[in-house]
């Protein structure tokens, strides 16, 4: 048995209500050409406030030394102990397009990618392509394809670079090694099976990519396909079975759209950009729900791509529009990250994400301002990234008491 466990069994059906903004992939490493982390170079007056007004510390979302994936990332802070509940990418992306699985589906996270004429990859995301060309990609592949099988396949575009493929059969396992290397300058990787039940997908799969392959030879940036985080669908317990927690999502990529589809969180159409999902998350609060989830990508993709300075005015756009929500969540906000994205790394670290959490019964630390090493000396100190949960429940007042 787990913590979460217990919080399930200590569940109570009313309470405050929860907010979480989510800054996906905020934590960084000091620049020091820069002076900094992007954090403490970025002019962040509401954050620093709120930090003062709150219990502050660090999460490490899955454990020491360990790089979370986005989707054990966001499984920690819901909750869900992210080494039992892992979920591959492809499982993710599929349930964030809202691609109907059914269960024993295998699915995968595909990226148009470009190789070189020596066969290596150039570019892992096919100079980010926008989503129409993606659309006709996928539709020249699937035109094209013959996998010859009984089994079912699926291809369907996600956005920008990212498609998802989706394997249907009575006799499928689900555990396939990555072809994406995760670097450039090397090749793509052999779709291997990693246990007897997922050879025959293997095989599928390793037809299929030569085939695209062959099929996108003529293409000029998108001559390629990666593919990563193979996983078999199976339905995981709801918040609201887990927590009683009616939740809401505000998020505009579709594979965090996934994570809460598959937690059972409702999904309305996706925001366009920060502010606006900031504006819907002020039109939402008055309505039945008791946990919204607002998620910001850019602070990972600018970080990803190196660009330090684009990290640090997305975190001040955030931090211009924190008042308004501060004011409206008067029960329980936290703000914090699933994992780190250091510009310096263009990559997910293993580094621990500050967190602030304010309610009414908090107690204050002498915590200043909203950055990783500041947060570090709060009074949570450093945890694991799933006991968020448990302490956001506490401090809305939905855990009964343990024991006599």
Request: with cysteine.
């Amino acid at each position: 048995m787990d913590i979460s466990e217990v919080w399930e069994a200590l569940a109570e059906k009313d309470g405050g209500k929860i907010v979480y903004v989510i800054l996906d992939g905020l934590g960084g490493l000091p620049n020091s050409e820069k002076g900094g982390t992007e954090l403490q170079v970025a002019a962040t007056p509401n954050l620093d406030r709120l930090a003062q007004e709150s219990s502050c510390g660090t999460l490490e979302m899955v454990g020491p030394g360990i790089t979370p994936g986005s989707g054990p990332g966001h499984l920690a802070l819901f909750g869900y102990d992210p080494i039992r509940y892992n979920l591959g990418r492809g499982i993710l992306s599929a349930l964030g397009i809202d691609f109907q699985l059914q269960k024993g589906d295998v699915a995968a996270r595909i990226n148009f990618a470009t190789l070189d004429q020596e066969g290596n990859v150039m570019d892992r995301r096919a100079g980010r392509i926008d989503t129409e060309t993606n659309q006709r990609l996928c539709k020249k592949v699937k035109d094209a394809l013959d996998h010859g099988t009984e089994e079912e396949l699926f291809l369907e575009t996600v956005s920008e670079h990212r498609a998802l493929l989706v394997l249907r059969g009575a006799e499928l396992g689900g555990k396939i090694k990555d072809t994406d290397p995760q670097q450039t300058g090397a090749p793509p990787l052999e779709p291997e099976p990693l246990d007897d039940d997922s050879r025959q997908t293997a095989d599928m799969v390793r037809s299929f990519i030569r085939q695209t392959r062959e099929t996108l030879s003529d293409e000029e940036q998108a001559n390629m396909v990666l593919l990563r985080g193979f996983d078999q669908y199976h339905p995981f317990p709801s918040l609201k079975q887990r927590f009683g927690l009616k939740g809401v999502c505000i998020a505009e990529y579709p594979m965090y759209r996934g994570v809460c589809r598959l937690l059972g969180m409702e999904v309305p159409p996706p925001p366009e950009g920060i502010e606006s999902s900031f504006d819907a998350l002020n039109s939402l609060y008055g309505q039945d729900y008791d946990f919204y989830f607002l998620h910001v990508k850019k602070t990972d993709s600018t970080g990803e791509d190196g660009d330090f300075d684009g990290k640090v005015q997305v975190i001040q756009s955030v931090d211009r529009l924190m008042p308004g929500v501060a004011n409206l969540a008067r029960d329980v906000l936290v703000v914090s990250a699933d994992h780190s994205t250091p510009s310096l790394m263009k990559s997910h670290s293993w580094h621990p994400v500050p967190v602030i959490l304010r309610a009414p019964f908090c107690r204050f630390d002498q915590v200043a301002s909203f950055d990783e090493i500041s947060c570090s000396q709060g009074i949570l100190g450093i945890r694991p990234g799933m006991h968020l949960m448990g302490l956001a429940l506490a401090h809305a007042g939905r855990l009964k008491k343990y024991g006599a």
